[in-house]
């Protein structure tokens, strides 16, 4: 695709009836190469459910995932006009034998998402020996939990859909600058397949949180507590329901 600028000095040189045609011409045909807005906006919520517990905590002082994915989903969305399709939830799962605590909460809250409708994903943390420093000075090794392939399940999912024509809107729950690079394919896809698509990210923000950016290449959405509390699940899996 080829876009022509017209400089005011190129009209100014040659003001005959032959130019001005010429230019309502080319500015004819570059409209119509120019993806128009649709009035409904499809939209496809992703949510890294790690990802927004530890901003969640930070920001608003939360000790566990409290938050409601499909409530923060259609919240975010009525704010903004659009239509909501789809929500995705990707989080990692320890195994009960490293937490049978937390094993058996995200397995009861993956359950109930899944009976309202959220699209679920889920791999088993990996534990590895970490080095961290304690009160005093000192130091401790402990086991910590780390996700592998969240964020390459998210972007993948992503893109394909991007690729499908399953949205106009992309909204990402998550802050990791990871998923820069999928923001980047589907801005190229929207130019191959010349149709509007944006890419949000909503985040918690707080003056207590350092993190005040969202993921590059996307427009953000910054949301208070009063916003995020609003969006809690009435459940606490972390006692049998």
């Known amino acids: 695709m080829i876009y022509i600028v017209f400089a005011p000095r190129w009209i100014s040189r040659k003001a005959s009836g032959g130019v001005i045609f010429f230019g309502m011409l080319i500015f004819k045909k570059l409209h119509e190469y120019m993806p128009g807005e649709p009035t409904e906006k499809r939209t496809v919520v992703f949510i890294d459910g790690q990802n927004l517990f530890y901003a969640a905590r930070h920001a608003f002082g939360y000790t566990y995932p409290n938050y409601d994915p499909l409530a923060l989903a259609k919240a975010v969305c009525t704010l903004k006009g659009w239509q909501l399709r789809e ?80 949205y106009d809107v992309v909204l990402l729950f998550s802050q990791d600058q990871d998923l820069s690079e999928a923001a980047e394919d589907i801005k190229k896809i929207a130019r191959e397949q010349e149709r509007w698509i944006k890419i949000a990210c909503a985040f918690p923000k707080s003056p207590t949180y350092q993190n005040q950016r969202g993921v590059n290449d996307t427009d953000w959405i910054p949301f208070d507590r009063q916003f995020y509390s609003a969006c809690l699940d009435p459940l606490d899996y972390r006692k049998n329901q």
């Open 87 to 166: 929500t995705r939830f990707y989080t990692g799962v320890p195994q009960a034998q490293d937490s049978a605590t937390w094993h058996q909460f995200w397995t009861a809250k993956l359950a109930v998402m899944g009976t309202r409708g959220v699209h679920v994903f889920s791999r088993h943390l990996k534990y590895r020996n970490q080095t961290v420093v304690i009160p005093g000075g000192g130091q401790a090794t402990v086991l910590v939990g780390q996700e592998k392939g969240i964020d390459v399940r998210i972007a993948l999912d992503m893109v394909r859909k991007a690729r499908m024509n399953e």
